[in-house]
């Protein structure tokens, strides 16, 4: 049997590279090889493409190999190809799909998905829109608004907006939410810039470290409450996973207890009752379809601990892949190891891919 050659993209632009680089190892490690012939595909930081770079040698050596063949994707909607980028001389082929492992700008923002659509090439998850609606936290707090999902309150600034009126900011911020409160880039993920700020000091610092990574910034109110994740895979289709509970092991979820320190916590299945399991599973894929997702979301959640609503927080349209991640976990506790996982992703790509050209692009008349 023919294999299919999957592109794995991974690295990138972004401020979540090391994370993409652990992701990717999990996923080509996984991907079945009497199945997939895997085309490991890593951009530098810079936003170079080298071919043949193996995620394992690069978290060996702590870089990319300047030795790797570099490639340029040629988006050809006929015949899209991998290329060295020197005069197109000695094409190194094509690929049957492309399976994005890129986490944060770049890779989850829908701009490698605009190029992957140019070259009418399949791709696992979301598409332009929903990536650039579930990258940006600000859009999806007003989608979730505009279809009645239940958040915590929220504001929004420019980042020339603090710093031409830092005070005024900061004073609309303690009058409306109060501490302690939430500041984060809009456009970032893995906790990136996030910050707790419980006093003016503090929320001064967290507008400062938010603006380095972005020019729009969402402020949140805090909630006591525990932290819910769900799984959500398909394409119209779409169905959540069992509930995951995190019990971070710093004060929030941040990066170091994501990816570095490794104390915190990951209950699967979450303790909950069987209607809030319902309330959870049936906001997700509301969430999901509201954005416009596609594949795989990991959907967050906050659960009061006064009162038990249900209050969502984001979706992740390209969560992480790494062998402590909560995405993989949840449906293998649904029962979907990972493998299977993985070639279920590449199966509703090509499913969408299909339906998505059966649409005309251009206008013929009778």
């Known amino acids: 049997m023919k294999k299919m050659r999957v592109g794995v993209l991974f690295g990138g632009r972004s401020g979540e590279h090391e994370v993409s680089l652990n992701s990717a190892k999990s996923v080509i490690?996984?991907?079945d090889p009497e199945k997939f012939e895997v085309v490991p595909i890593g951009i530098t930081k810079q936003g170079r493409w080298l071919l043949g770079t193996d995620p394992v040698q690069v978290l060996?050596?702590?870089?990319?190999?300047?030795?790797?063949?570099?490639?340029?994707?040629?988006?050809?909607?006929?015949?899209?190809r991998l290329i060295p980028p020197e005069g197109g001389k000695g094409a190194l082929g094509s690929v049957e799909v492309i399976?994005?492992?890129?986490?944060?700008?770049?890779?989850?923002?829908?701009?490698?998905?605009g190029l992957l659509e140019l070259a009418n090439l399949p791709y696992v998850g979301s598409g332009v829109l929903g990536s650039a609606a579930g990258m940006d936290k600000i859009i999806m707090k007003q989608v979730f608004a505009q279809v009645g999902l239940a958040q915590a309150r929220f504001l929004a600034f420019t980042r020339k907006q603090f710093?031409?009126?830092?005070?005024?900011?900061?004073?609309?911020?303690?009058?409306?939410?109060?501490?302690?409160?939430?500041?984060?880039?809009?456009?970032?993920?893995?906790?990136?810039?996030?910050?707790?700020?419980?006093?003016?000091?503090e929320l001064e610092a967290a507008m400062a470290l938010g603006a380095k990574y972005d020019r729009r910034?969402?402020?949140?109110?805090?909630?006591?409450?525990?932290e819910v994740e769900v799984a959500v895979l398909g394409n119209d289709d779409a169905v959540a996973s069992v509930p995951g509970e995190v019990i971070p092991c710093n004060e929030f979820y941040d990066y170091k207890?994501?990816?570095?320190d490794g104390d915190s916590a990951l209950i699967i299945p979450a303790q909950m009752s069987e209607e809030s399991i319902r309330a959870i599973q049936s906001a997700a894929v509301k969430a999901f379809k509201a954005l416009d997702c596609a594949g795989l979301a990991r959907v967050d959640f906050f659960v009061d601990r006064r009162d038990g609503r249900v209050l969502i927080n984001e979706v992740n349209t390209l969560p992480g892949f790494?062998?402590?991640?909560?995405?993989?976990?949840?449906?293998?506790?649904?029962?979907?190891?990972?493998?299977?996982?993985?070639?279920?992703?590449?199966?509703?790509?090509?499913?969408?891919?299909?339906?998505?050209?059966?649409?005309?692009?251009?206008?013929?008349?009778?």
């Open 163 to 201: 710093e031409h009126e830092p005070l005024r900011v900061l004073e609309e911020i303690e009058n409306i939410l109060g501490y302690p409160c939430f500041v984060k880039p809009a456009n970032m993920g893995s906790s990136v810039g996030i910050s707790k700020a419980h006093n003016r000091f």
């Open 257 to 260: 207890a994501k990816y570095i």
């Open 217 to 226: 910034l969402v402020v949140e109110e805090f909630v006591d409450a525990r």
């Open 99 to 113: 399976f994005p492992v890129l986490h944060g700008t770049f890779g989850e923002d829908g701009t490698i998905q």
């Open 322 to 366: 790494t062998d402590i991640s909560m995405y993989p976990k949840l449906w293998e506790a649904s029962g979907l190891s990972y493998p299977e996982l993985l070639g279920k992703l590449i199966d509703l790509a090509l499913e969408r891919h299909k339906d998505k050209n059966r649409s005309k692009t251009s206008f013929e008349l009778d």
């Open 29 to 31: 490690n996984a991907l």
């Open 60 to 80: 060996a050596n702590g870089g990319f190999d300047s030795k790797l063949v570099p490639v340029a994707l040629i988006p050809d909607p006929v015949e899209p």
